[in-house]
């Protein structure tokens, strides 16, 4: 049957008319708001954006909401929030090769209960941020930036505010031999142990891969391992000092962490860190031994997709979620929560829009997963069975997002409890 201009455009209206009718009767209710870092426009010289999407209940689906504001500079490439969600971090790498040069910053914005981001603050980075993380009392800010150098900044936090700088330490394979004390550290990724009874002190963990040992279509000068993860106590003042075993203290840090380490995360409790290694396909675990020092897991590494980019561990430190850039899925695993053992889910690899470079877990109930894909200019989302570990696809993902998102991060809607989960 063949329809008239007129017939088409009626039909049209009257689908349209039929899906709100039905959108209007449907009870949704928000139950989480997810930000995504991404760009305005294609160029390299586009100002970055936060965009925020309305995650629902029910589904976990997204549509979006507040309206996107600018990021306080360009190539937004790290976020980070606060326990209480109030107050968001945006890590912008801005850009050195334009004219005038567009310098790197770090961003505050104060989260309202309906998702509406307000700039607060802002700072000039000391060099290029490249990851963020909040310690659980919201005290202290710690940007991982660099190369040269590559540091690990701590600033101040007052009721969200950026400060001063309270401490900075300078990544090096010095400790290990001096013949690689001026090897080129490439810093990737960062996690900070939550302050509880099982350990005497916050620390932090970083990871970074050594450029003069590894690199891939160019030169290389030194013969150290590639991949590590460095530790820092957290003392008085926020003073970060390497993390040290005995007595007389020994400097234990850092610790090996395969080839090409891209990111880490630890679980609630404290007791195992994970690494992702981009250039061998593996997952790295690691056991916390005295809240400051880690020991690797004996029966790893354990396997990923190809070219794993980003880690999560879900609220409950049940299931780790491993999203692979160039396979464009996420790996699922259950936690051994004895040995820490991770061991793929049945259903293992759950597919993404094109490679997915950042992954979360809802904040309000654990039960949504959603990946930045930056080729895919989209978000892709999932619901997670909190019995199995599996990830099941949403009908509508991915969702689109604007261009090259490198970021993304939940928090709670409006004055919804987080609700109490555990193993």
């Known amino acids: 049957m063949k329809f008239s201009k007129s017939s088409q455009l009626l039909l049209v209206s009257a689908i349209g008319l039929l899906v709100a009718t039905l959108l209007t009767s449907c009870e949704i209710t928000t139950i989480d708001f997810v930000f995504v870092a991404s760009s305005a426009g294609s160029g390299s010289g586009s100002a ?38 109030q107050n968001l971090y945006v890590a912008n790498q801005g850009n050195p090769n334009v004219i005038p040069a567009v310098i790197p910053t770090l961003v505050h914005f104060a989260i309202a209960g309906n998702g509406v981001l307000t700039q607060a603050d802002s700072i000039t980075a000391s060099s290029v941020p490249v990851a963020l993380a909040v310690n659980s009392a919201g005290t202290y800010l710690y940007v991982l930036s660099g190369p040269n150098p590559t540091v690990l900044t701590a600033y101040s936090l007052t009721n969200g505010t950026i400060g001063s700088q309270a401490s900075q330490q300078t990544l090096s394979l010095a400790g290990v031999s001096d013949t690689y004390a001026n090897d080129v550290l490439i810093p ?17 963990f970083v990871t970074a891969y050594d450029q003069s040992a590894y690199n891939p279509g160019g030169t290389t000068t030194s013969t150290a391992n590639p991949g590590w993860v460095f530790g820092f106590t957290i003392g ?47 997952m790295i675990g690691y056991s916390v031994r005295d809240g400051v020092n880690l020991e690797f897991l004996i029966n790893g590494p354990f396997r990923t997709g190809n070219e794993p980019q980003a880690v999560v561990i879900d609220p409950r430190g049940k299931y780790i979620y491993v999203a692979n850039s160039l396979s464009n899925t996420v790996s699922s695993y259950v936690i051994d929560l ?63 997002s604007g261009a090259k998102p490198s970021a993304v991060i939940t928090v709670p809607a409006g004055s919804h409890e987080v609700e109490s989960i555990s193993p």
């Not at 990737?188 to 932090?204: E, Q």
């Not at 203290?249 to 404290?270: L, M, N, Q, R």
């Not at 894909?373 to 689109?400: E, H, I, R």
């Open 338 to 400: 004895a040995t820490g053992t991770p061991s793929a889910v049945a259903s293992n690899s759950s597919s993404t829009d094109t490679q997915p470079v950042a992954i979360t877990v809802d904040a309000s109930i654990g039960r949504f997963v959603f990946t930045a894909n930056k080729l895919g200019n989209s978000v892709s989302g999932f619901t997670l069975n909190p019995d199995s570990g599996v990830l099941t696809t949403d009908q509508a993902s991915p969702y689109p």
């Open 48 to 85: 970055g954006q936060i965009q925020t999407y309305d995650a629902d209940s029910k589904s976990g689906a997204l549509r979006f909401g507040q309206p996107a504001v600018p990021s306080g500079g360009t190539a937004p490439v790290a976020l980070a929030i606060t326990s209480d969600y």
């Open 188 to 204: 990737t990724g960062i996690t900070v142990l939550v302050n509880n009874s099982a350990i005497t002190g916050n620390a932090v």
């Open 236 to 282: 008085s003042g926020g003073v970060l000092s390497p993390s040290t075993t005995g007595t007389p203290p020994v400097v234990d840090s850092p610790w090996e962490a395969g080839v090409k380490p891209t990111a880490i995360a630890s679980t609630p409790t404290d007791q195992y860190v994970y690494v992702t290694d981009f250039a061998s396909n593996e």
